[in-house]
T-cell receptor, first 113, second 109 residues
Framework: NAGVTQTPKFRVLKTGQSMTLLCAQDMNHEYMYWYRQDPGMGLRLIHYSVGEGTTAKGEVPDGYNVSRLKKQNFLLGLESAAPSQTSVYFC????????????FGSGTRLTVV | KNEVEQSPQNLTAQEGEFITINCSYSVGISALHWLQQHPGGGIVSLFMLSSGKKKHGRLIATINIQEKHSSLHITASHPRDSAVYICAVRSEVGNQFYFGTGTSLTVIP
């Protein structure tokens, strides 16, 4: 089925550990996004990409890095995890800047202890 | 500051009721999205609007660009409509999406 696939779905990290979240889409979308969702707050944009080989900072980029080496994949890295990064992470993609075809992954629940 | 405000935050309705969820925003936008997040956590895009009105089944979304306001209506609500409904706007400047905190809807049989 066409869509956005996120891996892993759940992860527990110790403070200071690193990890990479993978987002893959098979819809040939140009735009890809990483968001975090915290209780009582709306989704917040971490980083985004407007095409292969490009990335840009969103609203809350500190502590995260991203790469988009292939059009279909958008990786989110945590170099040194902190408890403040405990959250649910969503990847999304869209065909256009306005969000045509806006499709979300199923989310990754990350706990940093 | 919240660029997107939704009301109400929580809503409980009896099955069959007509439901309205409101969204107001403070930035110039190129598009507005209504999203649905089910208890399992997955998020689905319901509508993308830049003007006027769209209808899909029992769901209707309207937008008034001048008033910076959008509404999502659900006719003949059903328990399976129970979810969190999120309003998101795509700002005219930059590549930012701003999200409301969501409206949690519970439809009781």
């Amino acid at each position: 089925n066409a869509g956005v696939t996120q891996t892993p779905k759940f992860r527990v990290l110790k403070t200071g550990q690193s990890m990479t979240l993978l987002c893959a889409q098979d819809m040939n979308h140009e735009y890809m996004y990483w968001y975090r969702q915290d209780p009582g707050m709306g989704l917040r944009l971490i980083h985004y990409s407007v095409g292969e080989g490009t990335t840009a900072k969103g609203e809350v980029p500190d502590g995260y890095n991203v790469s988009r080496l292939k059009k279909q994949n958008f990786l989110l890295g945590l170099e040194s995890a902190a408890p403040s990064q405990t959250s649910v992470y969503f990847c999304a993609s869209s065909y256009s800047a306005g969000g045509v075809g806006y499709t979300f992954g199923s989310g990754t629940r990350l706990t940093v202890v | 500051k919240n660029e997107v405000e939704q009301s109400p935050q929580n809503l409980t309705a009896q099955e069959g009721e007509f439901i309205t969820i409101n969204c107001s925003y403070s930035v110039g936008i190129s598009a507005l999205h209504w999203l649905q997040q089910h208890p399992g956590g997955g998020i689905v895009s319901l509508f993308m609007l830049s003007s006027g009105k769209k209808k899909h089944g029992r769901l209707i979304a309207t937008i008034n660009i001048q008033e910076k306001h959008s509404s999502l209506h659900i006719t003949a609500s059903h328990p399976r409509d129970s979810a969190v409904y999120i309003c998101a706007v795509r700002s005219e400047v930059g590549n930012q999406f701003y999200f409301g905190t969501g409206t949690s809807l519970t439809v009781i049989p």
